[in-house]
């Protein structure tokens, strides 16, 4: 029965297992010989000892830290959260470098689009201090878990010489994790500024090919009227594939025409004539494009209406002299109608079945060219690299939420939506935000969902920063926020932690669309739920004593759980060392007076009770047998069998009935 330890997926050793799947031939005794993969590789090695590369000072060091693994765990949080039982939506408060490494095996392939906000280098305090040898311990003691002598962040002054590099080094790491978790078709959005830009793009190329670069997004946001020589007004949104040949066209069905079909249904309702129907639209649109109240911009010319709704007369003339050259006799004048100089741009049979279906928009004789009609309802959207929104709408949009303004430039809910449409058509995508700050894309997802009846989930990871410590080192304007944070938390009785507003955010989004929505159709099926897990340290204690105490921590390891841990603590510890998706049911079973967990239908059964017989062998074999899963995993805790001797036959018993000696797992 082999152990399990306290570790998350190791990266590089399953790297290495992929490179001897690829080349068993260049392995000796486990170890790579190098000169032999040269040889294997050939003509693709860089013989070349100058190249172009990006680097800067602690990037081998921050590739390091990628690779290490975690010994930490995401311990539940059920008081909370939201909807437990029936949510499949995450939000996990910790460090997210450690938190990305604990998702590795669970959601690895898995996550069908990223978005990240992260902190913009602004020459502030943004980034704690990673730590190769323990990154956990150095999380739990910025956060007070273990002591209070460590540092929340670090500064990242212009003037520490290290500008650029402590961003770099915040970032690598992460992003070559988050790559990891993508699904084939998946793809990254990274929100920027203009400082960064340059770095981030440089990076993503090293990380994801430059091959999968998709594009960028130039966000105009608002105005910089405090400008020295050039204002910035926008950000950019640089946009990557894991592999860029599982990408498709992005085009939806155009949001914008949908307005303007709603406008013409609720005409519809007023006027029983289609003239008039189409002259009230018109005058609709035409004040919308006057005071810029709404942007129809791409989809105005949809301004005609027949009896079968909306449309625009499709341009008839084929771009270059064609092969479209036929004779289209006009209904009533039984004359043939003008051509286009350069032909038609569709062949005769396309013409006379729009015809046939009432798609043909004909002129008062032969001497106007038909055309066409193309109906609002085929209109398309392509995902465009300029994108317009004042951020101050969504700053408003959050205080009408919280019921105070207590968050600075949160990002666009109308924005997430939109980069979202174009991505995630399936019921099963999951979009992940590891750096979710105020959970507008959680908010987004909700709305999203709701108007497109689907059921995306959304993974949120968030530092629990502590906003009375960031406050000492804020700058003037960041206090006057933080402050207004402070306020509100201390109104709803929650810690002073960002964390916090984020999980409120959600809950309070999700009550405002289900009140908003509450005639709709289905709206009781729509996940507005959440559950929150916490980063901590290994609910395994870890076996590393002196000669000294050996003695003692042998004494010690005759239970090896950390105390204060709960079973349902290490219940999901094992979930996630096993891989196992978070939101996956977990039923409680009674077996001989012991408790069993049974999770996903039978996948994995766990018992961490003591004195275990082969009485309660048999019943777990009698659980495997009713649910039938695929494949079974089985885990007991090291020390609680009755005796070895129980144990040993235990392993034997479970063997029999087709569960396979790997899959039996002590802890």
């Known amino acids: 029965m082999e152990k399990m330890d306290g570790y998350s997926l190791n990266i590089v050793k399953e790297n290495i297992g992929k490179l001897k799947e690829i080349f068993p031939e260049v392995f000796c005794e486990d170890k790579v010989d190098f000169e032999r993969l040269q040889e294997v590789l050939g003509e693709y090695i860089e013989d070349k000892e100058e190249r172009y590369r990006f680097e800067w000072h602690g990037k081998s060091k921050a590739i390091r830290i990628a690779q290490t693994p975690s010994r930490g765990t995401l311990r539940p949080c059920k008081e909370e959260s939201k909807n437990w039982d029936t949510t499949e939506n995450l939000y996990i408060e910790g460090d997210n470098l450690e938190v990305l490494k604990l998702l590795q095996k669970s959601y690895q392939n898995k996550i069908k689009m990223i978005y990240i906000d992260p902190p913009y280098n602004t020459g502030n305090d943004f980034v704690y201090k990673d730590d190769y040898k323990d990154n956990l311990k150095n999380y739990l003691k910025i956060t007070g878990q273990v002591d209070e002598e460590g540092n929340k962040t670090s500064t990242n002054s212009e003037k520490s010489g290290r500008y650029h590099t402590d961003w770099l080094n915040m970032m690598y790491p992460r992003l070559r994790l988050a790559r990891n978790l993508l699904k084939e078709d998946g793809v990254i959005f990274i929100s920027i500024d203009n400082k960064e830009v340059d770095n981030l793009r440089k990076m993503c190329h090293e990380i994801f090919g430059e091959g999968n670069y998709v594009g960028e997004i130039i966000w105009e946001t608002a105005t910089d009227n405090n400008a020295t020589q050039i204002a910035m007004v926008h950000e950019y949104i640089l946009c990557y594939a894991k592999n860029s040949d599982y990408q498709n066209n992005w085009i939806v069905e155009s949001e914008k025409a949908e307005v303007i079909n709603n406008k013409y249904l609720e005409l519809k309702h007023i006027y029983a004539d289609t003239e008039e129907i189409q002259r009230d639209l018109r005058k609709w649109i035409n004040s919308n494009k006057k005071n810029n109240k709404l942007d129809l911009s791409g989809v105005e010319h949809y301004n005609y209406v027949d009896e079968k709704g909306v449309f625009y007369p499709g341009n008839p003339s084929n771009t270059s002299p064609g092969d479209y050259y036929y004779d289209i006799i006009h209904p009533i004048t039984k004359k043939v109608c003008s051509k286009p100089e350069n032909g038609y741009r569709w062949p005769e049979n396309t ?149 916090e507003i984020g999980k409120e955010r959600i809950r309070r989004a999700g009550d405002k669309i289900i009140e908003e929505n509450k005639d709709k159709e289905g709206i009781e099926d729509l996940d507005i739920g959440f559950k929150v897990f916490k980063l901590d340290s290994s609910n395994i204690k870890p076996w590393n004593p002196s000669y000294e105490d050996i003695a003692n921590r042998l004494d010690e390891m005759v239970d090896n759980f950390v105390p204060g841990r709960t079973e349902e603590d290490v219940v999901y510890e094992i979930m996630l060392k096993y891989g196992i998706d978070l939101t996956y049911p977990i039923e409680i079973r009674e077996i001989s007076g012991k408790k069993v967990f049974s999770i996903g239908f039978g996948a994995l059964i766990i018992c961490l009770d003591n004195e275990i017989t082969l009485e309660v062998v048999n019943g777990i074999v009698d659980l495997k047998n009713e649910l039938n899963p695929e494949t079974t995993r089985i885990v007991f805790k090291d020390n609680g069998f009755k005796t070895d001797s129980v144990k040993t036959n235990a392993i034997e018993i479970l063997k029999r009935n087709n569960i396979n000696e790997n899959e039996i797992m002590s802890i």
């Open 351 to 499: 013409f006379w079945d729009a015809e046939r279906k009432g798609d043909v928009l004909w002129g008062e004789d032969e001497s106007t060219i038909p055309k066409i009609k193309k109906r609002i309802n085929t209109a398309t959207e392509l995902l465009k690299s300029y994108y317009y929104e004042d951020n101050r709408i969504s700053t408003k949009y959050l205080s009408e939420i919280m019921g105070e303004k207590v968050f600075d430039n949160p990002k666009s809910v109308n924005l997430l939506k939109k980069l979202i449409r174009f991505i995630s058509f399936d019921d099963d995508d999951i979009i992940l935000d590891f750096f979710s700050g105020s959970a507008s894309t959680a908010d987004a997802i909700i709305r999203l969902n709701l108007e497109s009846n689907k059921y995306r989930k959304f993974i949120l990871i968030q530092l629990p920063e502590d906003l009375d410590e960031s406050s000492k080192y804020a700058s003037k304007k960041a206090k006057t926020t933080i402050k207004k944070s402070i306020e509100f938390l201390d109104k709803i009785n929650k810690s002073h932690y960002l964390s």
